[in-house]
């Protein structure tokens, strides 16, 4: 399904978003992926969600990715936050909206949360993110020089590139629960390599106008703690592993928006892939101290569906 967007921004437009919604309920959820990352990376984060029952999930591939037009640098993160509360408007999510994003979908959080009306979200998860003004770790800076400078010759480098980018290395040595690999680090080479077949390699122009929004993302202090005057559960979640974003940044958006910080001692940055069970039931803990949260009464096999939910597990993003 597609969502038009953007029909009348200086910035350009309009433009085609991709999105898929799954399950029925009354909860509704919204899940804003990060860079270089298509909706399929929300599969293991959808099926968990339908799990536990009372959930409809809208995923969706931000601009620059997926089946959703790809316009080059000259957009910001304000910009797709814009493009997901137009989504939100074409489904007719007007309030009580749950929120999830991850990486640059924690920083389109960030400024959606800003600027939609209050009561739209009824809750708020950050993810392995940051406010903006930061340096990445050494790790992700000479890896970002490599691939520029380099290139990715084959479709396997670029699957190790990326999951020493995102995970933890003793997590990817390790034997994967439940799974019939390896190693996590084959298990995320297949998951990876089946995403690229259901929806494509990220273009050159998709990554470029991504990575440049990114650049120019910024939430002050001040706007931050307007995110914690609104009066709705907000969890942050970070991993002290993390690759790509420092984890100091996690502590620093928790402490200005005055809301629980969940650190994963020897985790990376993809949370819901390496500690699945925990990532989801903060999630959804949080999801459920919120006023707006309707609980639907447990079914018999919940745990069992529950525990089944993570296999097998879906790519995150940069």
């Given at each position: 399904m597609f969502?038009t967007?953007a029909?009348?921004?200086?910035?350009?437009?309009?433009?085609?978003?991709c999105y898929e919604?799954?399950g029925?309920?009354?909860?509704?959820?919204?899940?804003?992926?990060?860079?270089?990352?298509?909706?399929?990376?929300w599969?293991t984060?959808?099926n968990?969600?339908l799990?536990?029952?009372?959930?409809?999930?809208?995923?969706?591939?931000n601009?620059?990715?997926?089946?959703?037009?790809a316009?080059?640098p000259?957009?910001s993160?304000?910009d797709?936050?814009?493009?997901?509360?137009?989504?939100?408007?074409?489904?007719?999510?007007?309030?009580n909206?749950f929120?999830?994003?991850?990486s640059m979908?924690g920083m389109i959080?960030?400024?959606?949360?800003l600027?939609?009306?209050?009561?739209?979200?009824?809750?708020?998860v950050?993810?392995?993110?940051?406010?903006?003004f930061?340096?990445?770790?050494l790790t992700?800076?000479?890896?970002?020089?490599?691939m520029f400078?380099?290139?990715i010759?084959?479709?396997?480098?670029?699957y190790?590139?990326?999951?020493?980018l995102v995970?933890?290395q003793?997590?990817?040595n390790?034997?994967p629960?439940?799974?019939?690999?390896?190693?996590?680090?084959?298990?995320?080479?297949?998951?990876l390599a089946?995403?690229?077949?259901?929806k494509g390699?990220?273009s050159?122009t998709?990554?470029?106008?991504?990575?440049?929004a990114?650049?120019?993302h910024?939430v002050?202090?001040?706007?931050l703690?307007?995110i914690g005057?609104?009066g709705?559960?907000?969890?942050?979640?970070?991993g002290?592993?993390?690759?790509?974003i420092r984890?100091?940044n996690?502590?620093?958006?928790?402490?200005?928006?005055?809301?629980?910080l969940?650190?994963?001692?020897?985790?990376g940055h993809?949370?819901?892939?390496?500690?699945?069970?925990?990532?989801?039931e903060?999630?959804?803990a949080t999801?459920a101290k919120?006023?707006?949260?309707?609980?639907?009464?447990?079914?018999?096999d919940?745990?069992k569906r529950?525990?089944?939910?993570d296999?097998?597990?879906?790519?995150?993003?940069?």
């Open positions: 969502a967007v029909k009348n921004r200086p910035s350009g437009g309009p433009y085609k978003i919604l799954h029925s309920g009354p909860n509704k959820v919204l899940l804003v992926m990060g860079l270089s990352g298509s909706l399929r990376a599969d984060t959808v968990q969600l799990a536990r029952g009372g959930y409809e999930v809208c995923i969706f591939d601009r620059g990715i997926g089946d959703s037009d316009p080059g000259g957009y993160v304000k797709m936050a814009q493009d997901a509360y137009e989504l939100l408007q074409h489904l007719g999510w007007t309030e909206v929120l999830a994003g991850v979908g959080s960030q400024e959606l949360t600027l939609a009306p209050q009561g739209t979200f009824a809750a708020i950050f993810i392995s993110t940051h406010a903006g930061t340096v990445p770790p992700a800076i000479w890896t970002f020089a490599n400078l380099g290139g010759k084959t479709p396997q480098q670029g190790d590139i990326y999951c020493n995970f933890a003793s997590w990817l390790a034997e629960v439940g799974a019939t690999h390896k190693s996590n680090r084959e298990m995320m080479h297949e998951a089946a995403t690229a077949a259901a390699m990220q050159p998709g990554r470029s106008g991504q990575m440049a990114i650049r120019g910024f002050s202090a001040a706007r703690k307007k005057q609104l709705v559960p907000v969890l942050v979640m970070t002290t592993e993390d690759n790509l984890p100091k996690s502590f620093h958006i928790a402490k200005q928006i005055g809301c629980p969940e650190v994963f001692e020897g985790a993809g949370l819901a892939q390496e500690r699945p069970h925990r990532f989801h903060l999630m959804c999801f919120s006023r707006a949260f309707v609980h639907v009464p447990h079914k018999a919940e745990a529950v525990a089944e939910a296999v097998p597990i879906s790519a995150s993003s940069l």
